[in-house]
């Protein structure tokens, strides 16, 4: 887990009390996560999660927390931020930002079958629709300038074979995103984080039904293809070789497309976008193991998980277009 602040029971009543959330019956931990501090709430008023930013400033916020909002009013199953008596949904806990939001109903399906990916699949483009008339814009943060950026950083730690293939890995990303092709690709606010853990099913098994998605605080405007590669790489791969499972990734693009189609460009460049996604993670989790923040409990990421998923990306690429 990790808390980066410790809130007290004083300063989280203090803050449902604003909410009108009643008394906080418990203030526990989650126990999973790197990026903020998180804690699950109960109050008079149901179960919520309690967020203080470690890293996003007041001033990115409104981009992440107003999105939910919009798309909670549009029917999709994301964590609704609470607003005061004023309309406000952001809020200050030690000097650090913080807000609440209703907890989500179920459970996380750490081996998904094609069920679930369906499932996520039709969820990602149905989340990329709501979107579209969003107002707000912020770029994603975690995309090319800061992989550009991050890249000299992280060199020094690596193998002679390692600092090979992240320096070809992103001097050919950098190629692709000054290309005409790139410039096509559709574009919009992206969830750019929706793995396994992110998602909640509930029902019994082998019926579970999606019931929420949740963590946007990676949330920015980018591709909807890079959206789409982030969940390919995690929702339908052979963790133990990174190798991606075809019969999984079929359903999860065949649902996706089912509520977006995808454009012909989307269809050529998403073998080049799924070394896009598996770089941005390999790229992060490196930066999370060599350069880490202090935490009361902090377990960084095995970043040679997505070094085998891009190794994988690049030895053997795959286009939907070939299965549909």
Excluded at 12 to 40: D, K
Excluded at 299 to 307: A, N
């Amino acid at each position: 887990m990790a808390v980066f602040t410790e809130v007290t029971l004083g300063e989280a009543q203090a803050l449902a009390a604003r909410l009108n959330l009643g008394s906080v019956q418990n203030l526990r931990g989650i126990t999973a996560g790197i990026e903020n501090t998180n804690y699950f709430l109960s109050t008079d008023a149901g179960e919520f999660v309690l967020t203080v930013f470690e890293r996003l400033s007041f001033e990115q916020l409104p981009f992440y927390l107003h999105l939910m909002k919009h798309l909670a009013q549009r029917g999709l199953a994301v964590p609704d931020p609470q607003a005061d008596e004023d309309g406000r949904i952001l809020f200050e806990l030690q000097g650090k930002p913080a807000a609440v939001v209703n907890k989500l109903r179920g459970g996380h399906q750490l081996a998904p079958d094609i069920f679930h990916c369906e499932q996520v699949g039709a969820e990602l483009a149905r989340m990329h629709l709501a979107a579209q008339d969003f107002p707000l814009h912020q770029e994603n943060l975690r995309a090319l300038s800061w992989w550009s950026e991050t890249v000299p950083v992280v060199l020094p730690f690596l193998s002679p074979t390692q600092a090979e293939l992240l320096s070809a890995e992103l001097a050919f990303q950098q190629n692709l995103a000054a290309s005409a092709s790139f410039a096509e690709l559709p574009r919009g606010p992206i969830h750019a984080d929706l793995f396994r853990d992110n998602v909640m099913f509930e029902g019994l098994p082998g019926r579970e039904r999606l019931s929420g998605c949740f963590d946007f605080y990676f949330a920015g405007v980018d591709s909807w293809l890079f959206d789409l590669a982030i969940c390919l790489n995690d929702w339908c791969i052979d963790h133990a070789n990174g190798r991606l499972d075809e019969a999984r990734a079929e359903a999860f693009v065949r649902a996706y497309e089912s509520v977006r189609p995808m454009s012909g460009v989307e269809h050529r460049l998403l073998p080049a976008m799924l070394r896009a996604a598996a770089l941005r993670f390999w790229l992060s989790r490196l930066w999370d193991v060599h350069l880490p923040r202090d935490a009361a409990l902090l377990k960084p990421h095995d970043p040679g998980h997505f070094e085998r998923v891009l190794r994988e990306r690049i030895a053997r690429p795959w286009h939907a277009l070939t299965s549909l």
